[in-house]
């Protein structure tokens, strides 16, 4: 552990009492909802939520576009996602001149990549549904992106994600850890998924996890690993494969990179890093700061890399990255132990077989 990392552990259990703040609010805030004090609305109609219990990358946007390539040969489906640092307000469907600024990154990427699913940001989940379903009357499911510590819907099927390596179970309260909720709300889950695991977890490892994790009769424990796909051009869309010769100048603004430079750094000659904040908004400085990292890389073999969330926010740099070697680096998650077909099954039969039961 170098010393930055020391340094920020220490200064983070300094900032325990504002924890403990934090803890006593998410607490009342949940026994109100508990008990009526505050409403949940639920709705006659499937929708599927996809959320953790931290801050940080668990993998969300990964298994709202699984979700979403499952389920669009099936069902009419739309997406609703908060659109985290975008610079509008309220409700937003996405169209063809939508931009990454206009409804955020990661929904972008879900309108890019799907363009004929309808693709919907709101602050108020709970306002943007019957608006989907205004626009969209033949919808006939909604996956809900990071919505699982809203309460103020109630979805009638949880997916909850939590990483192999920073479980929620051995997490703390914000600031000093990372939980935005409390540990026990995962009882509200129906599919528990523990992401990002190593492709090879035993299965002495996966039972070790299922016990700390202490699911209910009802619910299903999933382990899913990062699968990651050819690099390809941002524009031109042509994939090339990262070889043993090649120097990678690694272009990132995502919450967790660890997996994604141990994927680039197992595979190429050597990577260099240029690491952004989350969700950060590229300017033309920050493209010329790349160019001429990317230039003093002498090797012969090289070309830059980044991911697709970071894509989406580089794209209104259209001119500039046309002749730009800038590739992008697809993942998707791949479930272990061949339970795809199981989760897979669990997911469909939700919607297949849905049946509205209000909320007491």
Known sequence: MNFNAIFYKSFRVLLLPFALIYWFIIVIRNWMYDKKYLRSSDFNFPLICVGNLSVGGTGKSPMVEYLVKLLNPKFKIATLSRGYKRKTKGYTLASET???????????????????????????RIVAIPQILHDKPDTQAIILDDAFQHREVIAGFNILLTECNDLFTDDFFLPTGDLRD??????????????KCPQDLSAEEKNKIIEKINPLEHQQVFFSAIEYGDPYHIFHHAERKISPEDEILLVCGIANPKPLKEYVHERSSTYYQMTYSDHHVFTIDDLHDIQKRYDRIEAKEKFIITTEKDAV?????????????????PIQPKFLFDEGEKFNKTVVDFIANFTFEPAE
């Open 98 to 124: 939508s931009t990454a600024l206009e409804i955020g990154d990661e929904p972008m990427q879900f309108h890019i990549k799907f363009p004929d699913v309808p693709v919907a940001v709101g602050e108020e």
């Open 182 to 195: 409390q540990r026990s709300s995962y009882k509200r889950a129906q599919i528990i998924v523990v992401t």
């Open 313 to 329: 926010r580089l794209m209104k740099f259209h001119e500039a990255l046309q002749d730009m070697n800038l590739y992008v680096l």
